[in-house]
């Protein structure tokens, strides 16, 4: 039976399973060592976790304040302040929400219109795109190229049109890696001040920067972070990605307009993991220690996969590593994801995906927030595909 009078149109009709799901899915039936989806394959610190049930033994089981817990936001200001020389109002200016994502997702819908044209970097986060269509907008990509993956500024700027109300930028990038700089920030400055746009700054892998770089926060910027929503994510920093847990800082007149659309979409997050967060985040050697953590694991990644056909990109930030396999196949990036994982075994993501229009590069992406021995070992299996 078909009902084609009560389905209308999809909203978003080029959607449709996530190259996450597809890879996964085909690496589990293969038995692949999985380093294409974007989370740890080791524990959270179990302080955390006895943070967590000892809240719940507490009774911090019903709905936190729509805002996100007081102390939790108190602690986050307190952060911002010592690293980002910055304060903030936690009442004002600081959203508890499901994650990075929903936070991202409610911002967009806070702001965008039908017919705003939005700025994505791309290779972006796969939300961004859907998220903005699912508003009536449309976004508008520039590309970054292969293989340094910098902006120039003066052709990102082109596609400013009077249309235009929101600029995207995530730093330290997902997925290429980049970390931009200071003359970046202030470049980006320049072009959100004098064409006045918002600007969303999608900053999850704020603590994962590399070989002694700093991240450049829109936070340091006065002048920018009045015109900014700015997102962040537990679950990146503290290894947890599925207890869902991110904020939003904004001035006090953006907040508002936010936590509009977050009430009705969310209304509030997890009560007793933010209670955790809030006595977690006093230790805060937990996260100034994450870029030793994470450089750690991408140069044995690296080390482990010296001497392989595979070439290693830079990476700066996050928790991705790309590698070009050109000199392996001529396979479009999609087909040798799935050849990777049917015939060798390791499951990686395709950067294809991550572009509207993408370029005929032949790079893949490899998560290294793993185990030693998941990375070992997915490191010797693809040791063994050869020159062409």
Known sequence: MTLPTLIPASKLPNVGTTIFAIMSGLANEHDAVNLSQGFPDFLCSEKLIELVSRAMRDGKNQYAPMPGDPILRQRISQKVEKLYNLNIDPNSEITITAGGTQALFTALGAFVHPGDEVIIIEPAYDSYKPSIELFGGKAIPYALMAPDYEINWAELEKLISPATRILMFNNPQNPTGQVFSANDIAALRQIIIKHNLLLISD??????????????????????????????????????????????????????????????????????????????????????????????????????????AFKPLVCKGSYFQLFDYSNISDMNDVEFCKWLIINHGVAAIPLSVFYTNPPDDRVIRLCFAKKEHTLRMAADRLKDIILM
């Open 203 to 308: 900053e999850v892998y704020e603590h994962l920067t590399f070989d002694g770089l700093q991240h450049e926060s829109v936070l340091k910027y006065p002048d920018l972070y009045e015109r900014s929503m700015v997102i962040f994510s537990f679950g990146k920093t503290y290894h947890n990605t599925g207890w869902k847990i991110g904020y939003c800082i904004a001035p006090a007149e953006l907040t508002k307009e936010f936590r509009k659309v977050h009430q009705f979409n969310v209304f509030s997050a997890n009560t007793p993991v933010q209670s955790a967060y809030a006595d977690f985040m006093l230790d805060e050697n937990e996260y100034l220690k994450l870029p030793n953590f994470y450089q750690t694991k991408r140069d044995y990644l690296l080390q482990s996969m010296h001497g392989s």
